[in-house]
C-alpha cells in the first residue's frame, strides 16, 4: 500500500475525474526526428533508444487506435470494472506527424464517450504553436483533457549531449511554456540514474520544474537494451551505474525539493527484463517504489518539504515586519 508522501497520479484521477481512470497504452506509426536525422543530430538517436522505442507493453502500430483500444479495454474492464480511460500516445515522438494527420487521431482516439483526456508523449523539437492550438481546438470540442508528456530526462545540457539527445534544456523550457500558454497539460519525463548525473543534477531537475508549474513528472531508471550504443559502451566499461540504495535516495531527494503541487505518475518505470543487460537492479518496480515510500515515511520526508526556493526566499524576511 502507497504511503501519500507524495502526490500520487491514482490520486490525482480521482479528484479530477471522480473515480479510478485506467490509461491505454496506443502505438501510433510514428518515428522521431532524432531517429530519421531531421534534427541534425546525425540519425542514430538516443543512445538508450532500442529499435521499439519505449513501446515494449505496446500492441502493433498498423492496427487502428479504435482496435487498440478495444483490445486493451477487453483486458481491463472486466477484470477491474474500468469505466474511464486515458489513450496514451506512447512510442517514439507522436507530435512528430503531419498536422492534420495528428488531429485525425486524437479525434478517433478521443470520441468515445468513456475517454477522460488524451496524454500524448513527444520531444520538444515536435512542438508548436500550430500543433498546439490545433490540440487545445480538438480538446474544446471534445470535452477532454489533453496532456504533453515531454522527454526531458535531464536538465544537465552535458549529459543530454553525451546521451546524443538532439536537444537541450532550452528547447525544453520553450515547449513547456508554450503547452502552458495553451492551457493544455504538460508531464516531464526524467531519468534519475543517468551515468553521468549527480545529486546535485537531481536537486537541480526538481527544481527546475518546480519553477517552470509542469503539472506531471515520471521518473524512470534507466534500462539498458541490448545492441544500443548504450549497451556498447556499458559491455566496455565506460559508464557505471548507481546503486539501487542511491537511486532511492535520488528519488527521495528529488521528491523533497519538487514543489507539492506537481503530479507524480511514477517514481520508477516498468521495465522490461528481456533483451536488456541492466533492467531496474533485477528487482521489481513495485518494491522499490514501496522501499522509497516507506523509507520516506519512516524519516518524515515528504514530497515539497524543501521546495522553500521560488519566489524569493532571501526578502520573505522584509515582508513580515
Ligand atoms: S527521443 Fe525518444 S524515440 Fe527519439 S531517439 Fe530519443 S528515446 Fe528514442
Not at 483533457?145 to 526531458?152: A, K
Not at 544537465?156 to 546524443?164: A, D, F, G
Amino acid at each position: 500500500m502507497e504511503q501519500q508522501v507524495y502526490r500520487t497520479f491514482s490520486d490525482y484521477l480521482k479528484e479530477r475525474y471522480g473515480e479510478k481512470v485506467y490509461k491505454l497504452p496506443v502505438a501510433l506509426p510514428v518515428s522521431c526526428p532524432n531517429r530519421d536525422g531531421s534534427c541534425g543530430n546525425g540519425g542514430a538517436g538516443c543512445t538508450f533508444c532500442g529499435s521499439i522505442g519505449a513501446g515494449y507493453e505496446n500492441l502493433p502500430a498498423d492496427m487502428t487506435i479504435t482496435a487498440q483500444l478495444a483490445a486493451n479495454k477487453a483486458h481491463i474492464i472486466p477484470k477491474y470494472k474500468a469505466k474511464k480511460f486515458i489513450p496514451y500516445f506512447q512510442n517514439f515522438s507522436n507530435t512528430y506527424a503531419p498536422l492534420e494527420t495528428l488531429r485525425a487521431w486524437v479525434q478517433e482516439a478521443g470520441a468515445g464517450e468513456d475517454i477522460v483526456a488524451i496524454y500524448i508523449a513527444t520531444r520538444p523539437d515536435c512542438v508548436s504553436d500550430e500543433y498546439l492550438a490545433m490540440l487545445r481546438a480538438e480538446a474544446d470540442k471534445l470535452g477532454i483533457d489533453i496532456c504533453v508528456e515531454l522527454g526531458l530526462q535531464s536538465v544537465n545540457y552535458r549529459s543530454l549531449q553525451k546521451i546524443n539527445r538532439g536537444h537541450t534544456l532550452g528547447e525544453f523550457i520553450d515547449a513547456i511554456l508554450r503547452i502552458k500558454a495553451y492551457g493544455l497539460q504538460s508531464c516531464a519525463h526524467l531519468i534519475l540514474n543517468l551515468p553521468w548525473d549527480t545529486m546535485t543534477d537531481v536537486v537541480e531537475d526538481a527544481k527546475v520544474l518546480s519553477a517552470l508549474g509542469v503539472d506531471q513528472v515520471k521518473l524512470h531508471a534507466l534500462y539498458i537494451v541490448k545492441g544500443t550504443e548504450m549497451a556498447r559502451q556499458y559491455e566496455a566499461g565506460e559508464l557505471t551505474l548507481i546503486s539501487r540504495e542511491e537511486y532511492e535516495a535520488r528519488v527521495i531527494n528529488f521528491l523533497e525539493h519538487l514543489s507539492p503541487d506537481i503530479v507524480l505518475q511514477r517514481i520508477i518505470g516498468r521495465a522490461p527484463e528481456t533483451n536488456t543487460l541492466f533492467s531496474n537492479w533485477h528487482t521489481g518496480w513495485w518494491k522499490i517504489r514501496d522501499n522509497i515510500t516507506a523509507t520516506m515515511a519512516a524519516k518524515g520526508q515528504y514530497q515539497g518539504r524543501l521546495c522553500k526556493y521560488l519566489n524569493g526566499p532571501a526578502v520573505r524576511k522584509f515582508l513580515s515586519v
